[in-house]
């Protein structure tokens, strides 16, 4: 059985395989030739499954199932089938792209490699052609061109030069054996043998120099046996001879040098600073003298063959063309080389070494420790060494002006080495330059350096180790754009914190100048000031124009616009109100915080401008503004600023005087949108008031009693909102707003405009028929005395001057002069008995047209008091009175 069921099993898919190849039916057949081949296939299915033994017939089903199954298997090939084949087409076509492009760019290389190819075998002919011996006579003489030496010539030249190298070799074996007498003479007078202590004779040196000369002279002569077609200076065996001599002769002069610090230490223990002074006569004096006339008459022997050595800090010119050994002592002197040697080895040893003391981030280590070495020795050099130098032979050197310029050039070596690695590290780079600005300026204010100038050029002119750095464009440009980017952060700091605009109450100096200031000002004026700081010392004027150019006027122009900006709002909130809108914004820009608002604005303009005086006196921008004026090929942003400061107005012109100018308009702005916001309240207030009737003889609370002056006693009920708001706004200013002249800016355009609406409102309105009777001018003169011209409070104010008189009577001058013509009594009032002049005398006077103008003035003045209104609006003001008409 299980043999049987697995033949079925394999024999099963193989004639489920023939009948699916039976099902495989022609495309083009008939319908009686479909239905025999269907038959046939159906009978040979069933004669198949009959033939199988002991087994049962498959039912339809299965047979779907089993093709269902080949069909889904077929399927899934075609599909793998298909994707690999799309695969391998994207490949293809991939492949093909790259081949493209990398024959894109293989084309011009083999091109190139093909005109080369070209041009040398153009090369290889022209080079045969011109080794053969002649040309052929045919060839034109015109057609000739200039050839290259022949090989026979080239094999001549190579002759000659061998055997100038067959000298050289003899010659480079005595410079060798120069070489080693010179070493083992260096060793013996660095240590010399117990019978001679000391340094070596003076005669010894002198042969010694002796023998220089003449390897010097034989180098020289060398130097001339090269063709002349040849360049020396290329010739790197030369540079070889030449640094052996330069080596050898460095050795000499270090061991003369060694052995005279050594006689100090000995002798004096120098570099130690406490010590006596030297007494001449005693024998250590006198050995470190001997000393120094040994080392003395060598370098004298050196210098008397300037075409030989030099011993110059400077590099003489043609020294490389005419084979002069150049070797840089300090100041010339072996003297003050060795005085330096101790202590060149004491700031090697801190400062350059991998101690504690030798830290990128204190830079003001090895500045004070030169400070420190300068103070200590000043005393003794400038006496005992000066003196000892005259005695040898070099009264002519100062010392000590040597000894500071050579401490100077360590410290500038020290800074060139550090600062690039403190380019990435910009407070450490900062507070370096800062640190050597301080240095400098110590040694400018001490008077180290002689105001002669010395050998190196180190004068009274020196720029000092600052402009070791700041020389360099890249180092300065890295500082310079730190320090820029850390003032930048400061000044949005300052125009954008919380309390910009407040009033600074602790800070001294407005209390000392009488003159309130915000924080945002007080911090402006503290940050101009810091950056003046940065760069008043600097060196250069170039250094000092970046600053002042791209940092403080930029500040200064930050600040200016950040006021304007705040300006800026106040306006546009003026036109939302005019024009109806509303907005959260416009509501912080009235009542009594708008007001704050603009008085603070208006005090960091006037602060602003007080600096701005102090700093226009500063003998530092005075002398920097003419120095710029002199500069022949100013940058584009400083004769952008010369411009303005050029057209700026005025006589006395300063750098700041294009600021001021911006200033000086804003505090304009400033105090025009002040009196603006503030008459502009009051005068929605006052419509109740102008609104009221004046033609009222007597009110229902002094009915029966007979009217009269006596019976005003109280403001009228429509102005106490105008009038307290009047108060409150000018004690406000009075308080906050100083000193006295800037606060009667304010004061005086705000009751000047407040009194020409009451006049136009009330008396001079055209077309209006306000009839203002005797005792409506009482009232009015009343709320005028009472109300406009009272502005004491019972608030207390902090400051003293809030306690001082504004004295308006001088602003509401013409209100005043206009109640004293509407409250004259006419014949009919009861107080006519008592006044000076009639009302209707007073028509009389104004309304005479022959009378002169002249005259009724002076009548008026005299009578009434009257001085500051003209005839015509006498008589406006007089028709406001009922009882004109009458007359």
């Given at each position: 059985?299980?043999?049987?069921?697995?033949?079925?099993?394999?024999?099963?898919?193989?004639?489920?395989?023939?009948?699916?190849?039976?099902?495989?039916?022609?495309?083009?057949?008939?319908?009686?030739?479909?239905?025999?081949?269907?038959?046939?296939?159906?009978?040979?299915?069933?004669?198949?499954?009959?033939?199988?033994?002991?087994?049962?017939?498959?039912?339809?089903?299965?047979?779907?199932?089993?093709?269902?199954?080949?069909?889904?298997?077929a399927?899934k090939?075609?599909?793998?089938?298909?994707?690999?084949l799309?695969?391998?087409?994207?490949?293809?076509?991939?492949?093909?792209?790259?081949?493209?492009?990398?024959?894109?760019?293989?084309?011009?290389?083999?091109?190139?490699?093909?005109?080369?190819?070209?041009r040398?075998?153009?090369?290889?002919?022209?080079?045969?052609?011109?080794?053969?011996?002649g040309?052929?006579?045919?060839?034109?003489?015109?057609?000739?061109?200039?050839?290259?030496?022949?090989?026979?010539?080239?094999?001549?030249?190579?002759?000659?030069?061998?055997?100038?190298?067959?000298?050289l070799?003899?010659?480079?074996?005595?410079?060798l054996?120069?070489?080693?007498?010179?070493?083992?003479?260096?060793?013996q007078?660095t240590?010399?043998?117990?019978?001679?202590?000391?340094?070596?004779?003076?005669?010894?040196?002198?042969?010694?120099?002796?023998?220089?000369?003449?390897l010097?002279?034989?180098?020289?002569?060398?130097?001339?046996?090269a063709?002349?077609?040849?360049?020396?200076?290329?010739?790197t065996?030369y540079?070889?001879?030449?640094?052996?001599?330069?080596?050898?002769?460095?050795?000499?002069?270090?061991?003369?040098?060694?052995?005279?610090a050594q006689?100090?230490?000995?002798?004096?223990?120098?570099?130690?600073?406490s010590?006596?002074?030297?007494?001449?006569?005693?024998?250590?004096?006198?050995?470190?003298?001997?000393?120094?006339?040994?080392?003395?008459?060598?370098?004298?022997?050196?210098?008397?063959?300037?075409?030989?050595?030099?011993?110059?800090?400077q590099?003489p010119?043609?020294?490389?063309?005419?084979?002069?050994?150049?070797?840089?002592?300090?100041?010339?002197?072996?003297?003050?080389?060795?005085?330096?040697?101790p202590?060149?080895?004491?700031?090697?040893?801190?400062?350059?070494?991998?101690?504690?003391?030798?830290?990128?981030?204190?830079p003001?280590?090895?500045?004070?420790?030169?400070?420190?070495?300068?103070?200590?020795?000043?005393?003794?050099?400038?006496?005992?060494?000066?003196?000892l130098?005259?005695?040898?032979?070099?009264?002519?050197?100062?010392?000590?002006?040597?000894?500071?310029?050579?401490?100077?050039?360590?410290?500038?070596?020290?800074?060139?080495?550090?600062?690039?690695?403190?380019?990435?590290m910009?407070?450490?780079?900062?507070?370096?330059?800062?640190?050597?600005?301080?240095?400098d300026?110590?040694?400018?204010?001490?008077?180290?350096?002689?105001?002669?100038?010395?050998?190196?050029?180190?004068?009274?002119?020196?720029?000092?180790?600052?402009?070791?750095?700041?020389s360099?464009?890249?180092?300065?440009?890295?500082?310079?754009?730190?320090?820029?980017?850390?003032?930048?952060?400061?000044?949005?700091?300052?125009?954008?914190?919380?309390?910009?605009?407040?009033?600074?109450?602790?800070?001294?100096?407005?209390?000392?100048?009488?003159?309130?200031?915000?924080?945002?000002?007080?911090?402006?004026?503290?940050?101009?000031?810091?950056?003046?700081?940065?760069?008043?010392?600097?060196?250069?004027l170039?250094?000092?124009?970046?600053?002042?150019?791209?940092?403080?006027?930029?500040?200064l122009?930050?600040?200016?616009?950040?006021?304007?900006?705040?300006?800026?709002?106040?306006?546009r909130?003026?036109?939302?109100?005019?024009?109806?809108?509303?907005?959260?914004?416009?509501?912080?820009?009235?009542?009594?915080?708008?007001?704050?608002r603009?008085?603070?604005?208006?005090?960091?303009?006037?602060?602003?401008?007080?600096?701005?005086?102090?700093?226009?006196?500063?003998?530092?921008?005075?002398?920097?503004?003419?120095?710029?004026?002199?500069?022949?090929?100013?940058?584009?942003?400083?004769?952008?600023?010369?411009?303005?400061?050029?057209?700026?107005?005025?006589?006395?012109?300063?750098?700041f005087?294009?600021?001021?100018?911006?200033?000086?308009?804003?505090?304009?702005?400033a105090e025009?949108?002040?009196?603006?916001?503030v008459?502009?309240e009051?005068?929605?207030?006052?419509?109740?008031?102008?609104?009221?009737?004046?033609?009222?003889?007597?009110?229902?609370?002094t009915?029966?009693?007979?009217?009269?002056?006596?019976?005003?006693?109280?403001?009228?009920?429509?102005?106490?909102?105008?009038?307290?708001?009047?108060?409150?706004?000018?004690?406000?200013?009075?308080?906050?707003?100083?000193?006295?002249?800037?606060?009667?800016?304010?004061?005086k355009?705000?009751?000047?405009?407040?009194?020409?609406?009451?006049l136009?409102?009330?008396?001079?309105?055209?077309?209006?028929?306000?009839?203002?009777?005797h005792?409506?001018?009482?009232?009015?003169?009343?709320?005028?005395?009472?109300?406009?011209?009272?502005?004491?409070?019972?608030?207390?104010?902090?400051?003293?001057?809030?306690?001082?008189?504004?004295?308006?009577?001088?602003?509401?001058?013409?209100?005043?002069?206009a109640?004293k013509?509407?409250?004259?009594?006419?014949?009919?009032?009861?107080?006519?008995?008592?006044a000076?002049?009639?009302?209707?005398?007073?028509?009389?006077?104004?309304f005479?047209?022959?009378s002169?103008?002249?005259?009724?003035?002076?009548?008026?003045k005299?009578?009434?008091?009257?001085?500051?209104?003209?005839?015509?609006?006498?008589q406006?003001?007089?028709k406001?009175?009922?009882?004109?008409?009458?007359?």
């Open positions: 059985m299980p043999a049987t069921r697995a033949r079925r099993t394999t024999e099963g898919p193989r004639e489920i395989d023939e009948l699916v190849d039976l099902l495989k039916l022609p495309a083009a057949q008939d319908d009686h030739q479909l239905r025999q081949l269907a038959s046939q296939a159906h009978q040979q299915i069933h004669s198949t499954l009959l033939s199988n033994e002991n087994t049962t017939s498959l039912s339809d089903q299965e047979i779907l199932d089993r093709l269902t199954l080949k069909e889904e298997l399927q090939e075609f599909q793998a089938a298909d994707s690999q799309t695969e391998s087409t994207l490949a293809v076509q991939r492949m093909i792209g790259e081949a493209r492009q990398e024959i894109q760019t293989l084309k011009p290389q083999s091109e190139q490699i093909h005109e080369e190819y070209m040398h075998e153009d090369e290889y002919i022209d080079h045969h052609e011109s080794l053969k011996p040309r052929t006579p045919s060839a034109p003489t015109s057609q000739k061109r200039p050839q290259k030496p022949g090989l026979v010539e080239a094999l001549a030249g190579q002759i000659g030069w061998l055997k100038e190298l067959g000298r070799k003899l010659w480079f074996g005595v410079l054996d120069f070489r080693d007498r010179t070493a083992e003479l260096v060793h007078a240590h010399p043998d117990g019978r001679a202590a000391g340094p070596a004779p003076a005669r010894e040196t002198e042969a010694l120099a002796d023998q220089i000369f003449e010097i002279q034989s180098y020289q002569d060398f130097r001339r046996l063709p002349p077609n040849n360049n020396v200076s290329r010739f065996l540079d070889y001879i030449h640094q052996i001599i330069r080596h050898a002769l460095s050795g000499l002069i270090e061991a003369i040098a060694g052995h005279l006689t100090l230490e000995d002798e004096i223990a120098w570099p130690q600073p010590r006596a002074p030297l007494e001449f006569k005693a024998p250590s004096t006198t050995r470190i003298l001997a000393s120094f006339k040994t080392a003395v008459n060598f370098q004298n022997k050196l210098n008397s063959r300037p075409d030989l050595v030099s011993l110059a800090e590099q010119e043609r020294a490389d063309q005419d084979g002069v050994v150049w070797l840089p002592l300090a100041e010339g002197s072996i003297l003050l080389k060795a005085i330096l040697r202590i060149i080895l004491r700031f090697r040893f801190h400062f350059d070494s991998s101690r504690p003391t030798n830290r990128l981030d204190k003001e280590w090895y500045f004070n420790h030169v400070l420190d070495r300068l103070a200590e020795h000043e005393k003794f050099i400038k006496s005992d060494i000066q003196k130098f005259e005695m040898s032979g070099q009264g002519s050197t100062k010392v000590f002006h040597g000894f500071t310029v050579q401490l100077i050039k360590i410290v500038e070596k020290k800074l060139k080495r550090r600062i690039p690695r403190m380019l990435e910009k407070p450490i780079l900062a507070h370096t330059i800062e640190s050597a600005i301080a240095f300026q110590t040694i400018k204010q001490m008077g180290y350096l002689s105001s002669e100038p010395s050998t190196t050029g180190y004068s009274a002119q020196w720029l000092g180790t600052a402009d070791a750095i700041l360099n464009p890249h180092w300065f440009s890295v500082w310079f754009e730190a320090e820029k980017r850390f003032v930048d952060d400061m000044c949005l700091e300052i125009i954008s914190s919380n309390d910009t605009w407040e009033i600074n109450e602790e800070d001294q100096r407005p209390m000392s100048m009488g003159l309130p200031g915000t924080n945002s000002s007080l911090g402006m004026q503290d940050l101009v000031e810091q950056i003046k700081s940065k760069y008043e010392l600097l060196p250069r170039s250094y000092q124009t970046a600053f002042l150019v791209k940092i403080q006027m930029v500040v122009e930050a600040y200016s616009q950040r006021i304007g900006g705040v300006l800026d709002g106040f306006e909130s003026r036109l939302i109100s005019v024009v109806g809108g509303d907005s959260g914004r416009a509501k912080m820009n009235v009542g009594m915080k708008g007001l704050e603009l008085v603070k604005v208006y005090i960091s303009c006037n602060w602003l401008l007080a600096c701005f005086r102090t700093w226009n006196d500063d003998l530092f921008y005075a002398e920097l503004y003419d120095k710029l004026g002199r500069e022949e090929s100013p940058s584009p942003e400083l004769d952008k600023l010369l411009r303005s400061v050029e057209a700026a107005a005025g006589l006395d012109r300063t750098l005087s294009p600021a001021v100018a911006r200033f000086e308009e804003l505090a304009k702005r025009a949108a002040i009196v603006r916001q008459v502009q009051i005068s929605a207030e006052l419509k109740p008031y102008f609104a009221k009737r004046w033609d009222l003889e007597s009110g229902p609370e009915e029966g009693s007979g009217g009269g002056a006596a019976e005003v006693d109280e403001l009228s009920p429509e102005i106490v909102p105008a009038i307290g708001l009047w108060k409150a706004r000018m004690n406000y200013l009075r308080g906050t707003v100083g000193p006295r002249v800037k606060l009667n800016r304010l004061v355009p705000i009751a000047q405009e407040i009194e020409a609406k009451l136009l409102k009330m008396v001079f309105e055209p077309f209006s028929i306000r009839a203002i009777s005792r409506g001018g009482l009232q009015i003169q009343f709320d005028l005395l009472f109300g406009w011209l009272n502005t004491t409070t019972t608030t207390s104010l902090s400051a003293d001057r809030s306690t001082q008189p504004l004295r308006l009577e001088r602003h509401f001058s013409k209100v005043l002069d109640c013509l509407l409250t004259c009594p006419s014949a009919s009032s009861p107080s006519s008995v008592s000076p002049l009639m009302f209707e005398e007073l028509v009389r006077i104004c005479d047209e022959a002169p103008e002249r005259e009724c003035k002076r009548l008026l005299e009578r009434v008091q009257v001085s500051c209104l003209s005839r015509s609006e006498c406006l003001v007089l406001r009175r009922p009882e004109c008409w009458k007359t």
